[in-house]
């Protein structure tokens, strides 16, 4: 088991993170969904802690816990005072090997999880975005949503979700992170108590599921959804670089040029000076395999959608043409950094921004943010931009009113 401390003295609180390298991307088309349901049967009863217990704990302790799954990773969090922060060490060693995964309890959380799918069904955006990423990922399991497909987990059983994580959970496959007011030989003392006895478990290129290799676009690809409101949304994804790249950085400066703040090219156009947009934005979104730089936006109802296309082709195509400004440079470096800073506020985001890019890519990526950005230079994003962003690399959707023909005409 990879072990990251990070001794932080400021306050006497720790966080203690640990991470699989499970998601989206490592399940097989059956079983999509299953690394998200098993986050929730995390909670639902281990050896030594029966279903609630590790709530109860964690609340008599005064502390905080959490979890989340994405493509790539699954992590728990746990947040206590540094007196008493060993019992994140006692909950994470039980329930790593020792999930109990009643059938009762399973039934009850699949009713749960296929509740919270059908929230996301409910939601325009949602539908879009999850259209526009099956098209741009194909077979890859990035097209999948990390929740899943109903019927895959209407016909997963408990003996599906024992096998995958039998495959996955064990301390060969996990990153720990222990951050905050701890001494680090005492912390490795403490983590060697709870973890040392635990076999190591399946190698993750045996577990690993088949993944089909993305490709290039061959071409532009477009999409419609309708949604029974007066919205037209527009939603454009490109493939682009793994997290950590040189260019992952560029397009971060790139994202915030383009939509950040009221003086972000494509806010001032579309919104302040056109009227076109309602809002506008964009999202560089790097993972262990591949990324994609997304962008969103709702046009004013009054105005035809292909004025807005128009106008977002044309900035980004500026983009790619001409390198920014200084200013423009500068401006976003300082935005990101504020943000950095304000994300790494406490030990628990500090922890989980060590263990995220340890799982996806490199744990020093998380105290080099600075220093990456600052070596990004106008040329930099004006290549991002003209490489990547092509017409003839991305998918269209647009989410229309359901009398969008008419609408269109």
Same mark, same amino acid.
Do not use: K
């Given at each position: 088991m990879r072990v990251l401390l990070g001794e932080r003295h400021g306050d006497p609180v720790v966080a203690v993170v640990l991470l699989y390298p499970v998601g989206a991307r490592t399940e097989s088309e059956r079983e999509a969904g299953v690394s998200h349901f098993l986050e929730h049967m995390m909670f639902k009863g281990s050896a030594a802690f029966g279903k609630g217990a590790i709530d109860l704990e964690t609340t008599v302790l005064g502390g905080q816990n959490n979890a989340y799954t994405t493509a790539d990773h699954t992590g728990y969090w746990f947040e206590f005072a540094s007196d008493r922060w060993e019992k994140a060490l006692e909950i994470e %060693? $039980?329930?790593? +090997?020792?999930?109990?995964?009643? @059938?009762?309890e399973f039934e009850a959380e699949k009713a749960v999880v296929l509740e919270e799918l059908a929230m996301g069904r409910d939601d325009p955006w949602r539908r879009l975005s999850t259209a526009v990423s099956a098209a741009l990922f194909g077979r890859h399991p990035y097209a999948r949503p990390v929740v899943g497909f109903e019927d895959t987990l209407r016909r997963m059983s408990v003996a599906d979700?024992?096998?995958?994580?039998?495959?996955?959970?064990?301390?060969?496959?996990a990153t720990l992170v222990v951050c905050g007011d701890v001494r680090p030989s005492s912390a490795l003392?403490?983590?060697?108590?709870?973890?040392?006895?635990?076999?190591?478990?399946?190698?993750?290129?045996? %577990? $690993?599921?088949? +993944?089909?290799?993305?490709?290039? @676009?061959?071409?532009?690809?477009?999409?419609?959804?309708?949604?029974?409101?007066?919205?037209?949304?527009?939603?454009?994804?490109?493939?682009?670089?793994?997290?950590?790249?040189?260019?992952?950085?560029?397009?971060?400066?790139?994202?915030?040029?383009?939509?950040?703040?009221?003086l972000a090219r494509l806010y001032r156009r579309l919104v302040k000076e056109e009227g076109l947009a309602v809002s506008v934005s964009t999202h560089n979104d790097t993972r262990v395999e591949a990324g994609a730089f997304w962008l969103f936006a709702e046009c004013v109802e009054d105005r035809a959608a292909e004025e807005l296309e128009r106008a977002v082709d044309e900035e980004i195509e500026r983009l790619g043409s001409q390198p920014a400004s200084a200013a423009e440079l500068r401006r976003a470096r300082n935005i990101l950094l504020a943000a950095d800073a304000f994300e790494s506020e406490t030990v628990a985001d500090l922890a989980d921004d060590l263990g995220g890019f340890a799982v996806d890519a490199d744990w020093r990526l998380a105290v080099e943010g600075a220093e990456r950005l600052a070596r990004v230079r106008p040329r930099h994003v004006r290549d991002a931009a003209r490489r990547f962003l092509r017409p003839e690399r991305r998918v269209v959707g647009w989410s229309l009113p359901a009398d969008g023909g008419e609408r269109q005409a």
């Open positions: %060693a $039980d329930r790593m +090997r020792g999930l109990t995964l009643d @059938p009762t979700m024992r096998a995958y994580y039998e495959r996955f959970y064990h301390p060969g496959n003392r403490l983590v060697r108590r709870h973890f040392g006895g635990i076999e190591r478990g399946m190698p993750l290129e045996e %577990a $690993d599921c088949y +993944r089909a290799e993305l490709s290039e @676009p061959e071409g532009e690809r477009r999409l419609q959804v309708s949604w029974d409101d007066s919205v037209q949304r527009l939603c454009m994804a490109w493939p682009t670089v793994r997290v950590g790249t040189d260019e992952d950085y560029a397009f971060d400066v790139l994202s915030t040029i383009l939509t950040t703040g009221r």
